[in-house]
């Protein structure tokens, strides 16, 4: 299969390497990071972690233009880069190929569906993965969880089990799901948990369960985004919500979430869809929902301290 990813971050260049790891399929990454690109160019797109350590050999561009009659399309692109790459998506892909876009938080697939239409469209829910970038070229992963897919309109399709198949060849394990919609909030509520909290402290995952007053703060987003799920009528695997995001980290404990990456490297990160996400859908639903509502707002504060872009 030829596949194209468009961003290839940390997760992204876990997807690539793993996919095209000795020749499995025809891998393109997409990605307007330039040292990155070269270096997987020069000398392959280099993963090492749960998974094993291997250096894949990946084609490379900064230019979605090079790929041509895509079999499938993968966005992994942060929130703020979807509706570009949606619409490199579209050039790229061979005429009714599937687009996967798999992000972070609520309302990714929304917008990608504006442009592409949602019958094109299948979500993708990671977690456990722990990625992080040691440089250009180079991808770590601390844990090797699930990847769930489904198709946006709902549904097990033939194309959905093709898609499976071709992950799982990559070394994926792999679960498809009717309804993917209620895999995205148990992964938002995992999200909420950590990434505000991490990137407020310092914190690895484990750093925040070890300790009372951090655990404090990411339980209580935890238990609001479960109240509001349940509000919009989510049908969730779990009654308790604090014990489900506490047995998701134990896994990854030391793990940073890409949130904390960002701020670390002083670059805003996804809070409007991951914990502004719960006070947004919290409002439509008549919960309240304070602790994620101060998470936000002090993230926010955080970041308008960040150097300008372009500064």
Not at 21 to 48: F, M, P, S, Y
Not at 148 to 164: I, N, Q, W
């Amino acid at each position: 299969m030829k596949i194209a990813i468009i961003g290839v971050g940390a997760m992204g260049s876990i997807y690539a390497g793993l996919l095209a790891d000795k020749g499995k399929h025809e891998v393109w990454a997409v990605d307007t990071w330039k040292e990155h690109v070269a270096a997987i160019k020069a000398n392959g797109l280099r993963v090492e972690g749960a998974s094993g350590d291997r250096v894949a050999k990946v084609n490379a561009t900064t230019n979605a233009a090079d790929v041509k009659d895509a079999d499938l399309v993968i966005i992994a692109t942060k929130d703020d880069g979807v509706a570009g790459a949606a619409r490199s998506a579209l050039q790229i892909a061979r005429k009714d190929a599937p687009i996967l876009t798999i992000q972070n938080g609520l309302g990714s697939a929304d917008k990608v569906a504006e442009i592409v239409g949602s019958k094109r469209i299948m979500m993708g829910v990671v977690g456990g993965f722990g990625a992080s970038m040691k440089g250009p070229g180079h991808a770590h992963h601390n844990g090797m969880e699930f990847l769930r897919l489904g198709e946006m309109d709902g549904g097990l399709t033939p194309r959905l089990e093709t898609v499976k198949q071709a992950w799982e060849a990559g070394g994926f394990k792999v679960l498809t799901f009717a309804d993917i919609h209620k895999m995205v909030w148990e992964k938002l509520i995992c999200n909420c948990t950590y990434s505000g909290p991490c990137a407020l402290t310092g914190l690895t995952v484990g750093q925040v369960q070890a300790s009372p007053s951090a655990w404090s703060i990411a339980a209580a987003c935890a238990t609001e985004a479960f109240m509001v799920a349940r509000a919009r009528g989510i049908t969730l695997d779990f009654d308790d919500p604090v014990r489900y995001v506490r047995d998701f980290g134990q896994k990854i404990p030391n793990a940073r979430p890409s949130m904390l990456l960002d701020h670390l490297a002083g670059r805003p990160a996804e809070v409007d869809n991951i914990n502004g996400a719960i006070p947004r859908e919290g409002a439509k639903v008549g919960v309240a929902t304070p602790v994620n509502s101060m998470v936000v707002a002090l993230l926010k504060a955080k970041e308008s301290g960040f150097p300008k872009s372009g500064a």
